[in-house]
């Protein structure tokens, strides 16, 4: 049975007070805390066992290629891929998109080309496209949401044409928590011979996710969202799309062999890791999968949805809050206003004096906020260590900031 207070003596952090209040953590959709075994893991990987990786024969380099490259295979079977190496580990989802964009779109797409995105989508997969936009004339096609923040599949699939070659599609909305279905966005895109890729940086914290069932091309993911260190972080491809794809950098570790005249290319994935890779922080990563497998992903998500809709009850007690999006299924993410002149930005100000850590501002994501109507939100985002009673402490706070601007 999921106890979410023995999970809660797991994370240091969130025994600490902010503004003599307990601290209630709720911006886990811009980066979430880490628990101990990840913290241990990183303090290990350092004073005990660090040497670079992939170089060297002496015994540090051993221990610390072995534990890097151990984590390529749990980021493969977290996100239900068969084989190890589909997966390329970077920096995190921003990374990953741009090697996309570098190493296998713009090869291959002209002036007039397509690319299918939601107004939802995080700027992380908007600007790498723009660049095509910019330099090769490739054209963006948007489709928006419903009122209530879903996406219907359907809309995507229409939107699909005769020049599109590429969908990139978020699993799961940063903002409204709107879970997309790209499964079948991935099906209907297949049979026209146009390639998917898919924004995982949300949905993969948050439900049990398989990259294999979905048949998408591309799958980013970031770490410091999945509860382990910023600057790592991995990204999915299709073996067919790894042999379509050149390399996005150059330098050691991607390269077999380096002439004045030629180069011969690593195969993938080494070919697309470029440089010293974050090590340690890959290696922490390696731990904070493990912790999450642990618990369960589907028990996560269980123990998140309970918060969802328990937070859905109790603002939905308050008049004068406008939530924004509210799809069935979404997450336990929930972007809102107060009715009236308050800006999100002093609404976030309040909720920190009384301990309340949230987000305030666009989100990383312009379209969506002009198709909304509004230049900023407050969002409350939920993780596996919150409680219904952080809930209430969001409640209570959001009454006084009403008090305090009506």
């Known amino acids: 049975m999921y106890d979410v207070e023995t999970v809660r003596r797991d994370f240091p952090i969130l025994s600490r007070e902010v503004n003599g209040k307990p601290l209630v953590y709720l911006d886990n959709g811009a980066s979430a805390q880490k628990p101990k075994v990840v913290l241990d893991t990183i303090r290990r990987a350092y004073a005990e066992e660090y040497s670079n990786v992939h170089r060297g024969l002496h015994t540090l380099s051993t221990i610390s290629t072995e534990n890097y490259e151990a984590v390529r295979g749990k980021i493969a079977a977290f996100l239900g891929a068969s084989d190890p190496d589909t997966i390329v580990m970077n920096t995190g989802t921003t990374e990953g998109i741009n090697m996309v964009s570098y190493g296998w779109a713009a090869p291959r797409m002209e002036a007039g080309d397509e690319i299918v ?26 489709v928006a949401p419903a009122a209530d923040g879903s996406l219907d599949p359907q809309t995507v699939i229409d939107a699909i044409g005769p020049r599109t070659k590429l969908v990139a599609i978020t699993h799961m909305s940063n903002v409204l928590g709107t879970v997309v279905d790209v499964a079948a966005i991935t099906r209907a895109a297949h049979e026209r011979g146009v390639a998917v890729l898919v924004d995982g940086s949300q949905a993969a914290v948050h439900m049990p996710v398989d990259v294999e069932a979905i048949g998408c091309d591309f799958y980013a993911i970031t770490g410091h969202k999945l509860y382990g260190p910023s600057g790592s972080g991995a990204i999915y491809v299709r073996p067919e799309r790894l042999a379509e794809m050149r ?26 890791e470029a440089g010293t890779p974050g090590i340690v922080a890959q290696i922490g990563l390696g731990a904070a999968l ?24 109790r603002f939905g007690g308050l008049n004068w809050l406008s939530v924004q999006g509210d799809a069935p299924g979404k997450a336990a993410i929930f972007s809102f206003m107060l009715d009236g002149a308050a800006h999100a930005h002093d609404i976030s100000t309040v909720l920190d004096k009384k301990g309340v850590a949230v987000r305030a501002g666009h989100h990383c994501a312009g379209p969506l906020m002009d198709h909304l109507g509004v230049t900023a939100t407050c969002r409350a985002s939920f993780g596996l260590y919150n409680t219904r009673a952080e809930v209430d402490v969001l409640v209570d706070a959001l009454e006084l900031c009403h008090d305090l601007f009506a």
């Open 290 to 313: 493990d912790y999450m497998t642990g618990l369960g992903m589907e028990d996560i998500a269980a123990h998140e949805s309970d918060l969802r809709d328990y937070a859905r009850g």
């Open 247 to 272: 390399p996005f950098m150059g330098g050691g570790d991607m390269i077999r062999e380096v002439h004045r005249d030629t180069v011969t290319y690593n195969d993938a994935p080494m070919k697309f």
């Open 117 to 142: 995105l939601s107004v939802m989508e995080h700027h992380a997969n908007i600007v790498p496209w723009h660049f095509l936009r910019e330099r090769q004339g490739v054209v963006l096609k948007w």
